[in-house]
């Protein structure tokens, strides 16, 4: 049987995050970046094009819904409402670790009922690369894979996190191979991100020469995951030695230019600290493919799933006036739309 701790864990972290604490000191970088306004866009609003290509699929919008998690009681009702969203809005979603349930533990909704309710939807599993060298190995991964019916699988990137955790996992020497022998090996496609300290431009080089076949740069600006876990620690020490990090990282904006630059041909998600449907547009100008969030809709999720259809249809509604206010007809258009000069 599974231990109870890691469940509880994950409780601590929703609480957390619901809470507004455990966030950068630093914002995304977002805020410094500016489109050029079109005072006279030959367009119509209403047929601007959002459609976006993600791993041999088409969505509707640019849009992942990004991993989020909890005990098994909570995360069930998170990840129906999440599944049921995504089916009604064509965007993708990834769901949270699924270690806890690969090694036996409760679902979490982490099983076919998560297909059944998001039949066309892209659905990406989770596990941690930390792991990759504590047990979790092919198996495991195709395990997690096929619980979910999932169309690819995330590697999640924590080290920060795991250094700041009491109970974490710090020895990694050896994950970087153990993540390349999965990729050539698993059947579907491999997905890596960080948890919001940032991807550099040579670590996503690297990951992408191992044949990763999307990264997710998930930049400072959201939550922190090293604060995170010193809010839940009991040591004061603990905490102490968590705070030192609140402004650790780079910032969303400037991965996704710097990960671009080092990976022109990549498939780049952009995520960490993306609050609304501006921030989605710059993060497209400045290099994503999509836009991920998580913290920004999780208050939605402990309400219905209407209330998460409505935060991204907020969201899209915004990305779209963005699209006809730079002349924008698509979002390869969208992509060379101009900007005022920023830092």
């Known amino acids: 049987m599974t231990d109870a701790a890691p469940l509880n864990r994950k409780d601590q972290h929703l609480d957390v995050v619901l809470a507004g604490r455990g966030r950068h000191a630093r914002d995304a970088g977002?805020?410094?970046?500016?489109?050029?306004?079109?005072?006279?866009?030959?367009?119509?609003?209403?047929?601007?094009?959002?459609?976006?290509?993600?791993?041999?699929?088409?969505?509707?919008?640019?849009?992942?819904?990004?991993a989020m998690t909890g005990g098994p009681t909570r995360a069930e009702a998170i990840n129906a409402r999440l599944a049921e969203a995504a089916q009604h809005l064509g965007i993708a979603l990834a769901?949270?670790?699924?270690?806890?349930?690969?090694?036996?533990?409760?679902?979490?909704?982490?099983?076919?009922?998560?297909r059944r309710r998001a039949p066309d939807t892209f659905i990406l599993s989770n596990i941690g690369a930390a792991q990759l060298t504590r047990g979790f190995g092919l198996d495991e991964a195709?395990?997690?894979?096929?619980?979910?019916?999932?169309?690819?699988?995330?590697?999640?990137?924590?080290?920060?996190?795991?250094?700041?955790?009491?109970?974490?996992?710090?020895?990694?020497?050896?994950?970087?191979?153990?993540l390349e022998a999965l990729v050539l090996k698993l059947e579907v496609p491999v997905v890596v991100k960080e948890t919001g300290a940032g991807l550099s431009g040579r670590t996503a080089r690297r990951l992408v020469d191992m044949g990763v076949a999307a990264v997710d740069v998930a930049g400072a600006g959201g939550s922190n995951w090293g604060l995170v876990e010193g809010e839940r620690a009991v040591d004061p020490a603990d905490k102490a030695h968590a705070a030192v990090f609140s402004n650790w990282?780079?910032?969303?904006?400037?991965?996704?230019?710097?990960?671009?630059?080092?990976?022109?041909?990549?498939?780049?998600?952009?995520?960490g600290?993306?609050?609304?449907?501006?921030?989605v547009?710059?993060?497209?100008?400045?290099?994503?493919?999509?836009?991920?969030?998580?913290?920004?809709?999780?208050?939605?999720?402990?309400?219905?799933?209407?209330a998460v259809v409505d935060h991204f249809q907020l969201v899209i509604r915004q990305l779209r006036t963005v699209c006809f206010c730079t002349n924008s007809a698509n979002l390869a258009a969208l992509r060379r739309a101009p900007l005022h000069p920023f830092d």
């Open 273 to 279: 600290g993306v609050r609304n449907g501006l921030d």
């Open 142 to 178: 195709r395990r997690a894979v096929e619980m979910i019916d999932a169309d690819a699988l995330v590697v999640h990137l924590n080290p920060l996190q795991e250094a700041c955790q009491p109970e974490g996992d710090r020895d990694w020497w050896g994950v970087g191979a153990a």
């Open 281 to 306: 547009a710059k993060a497209i100008r400045l290099g994503a493919d999509v836009a991920g969030q998580a913290a920004g809709v999780l208050a939605a999720t402990t309400i219905s799933t209407d």
């Open 95 to 114: 769901v949270g670790s699924q270690r806890a349930a690969v090694e036996g533990g409760a679902a979490g909704g982490l099983d076919r009922t998560l």
């Open 249 to 271: 990282g780079t910032p969303t904006a400037h991965a996704l230019v710097d990960v671009r630059r080092a990976c022109p041909e990549a498939v780049i998600i952009g995520s």
């Open 30 to 66: 977002f805020d410094r970046v500016h489109f050029v306004h079109e005072a006279l866009p030959d367009l119509d609003h209403d047929k601007i094009d959002l459609g976006a290509d993600f791993l041999g699929r088409r969505l509707k919008a640019p849009l992942l819904i990004s």
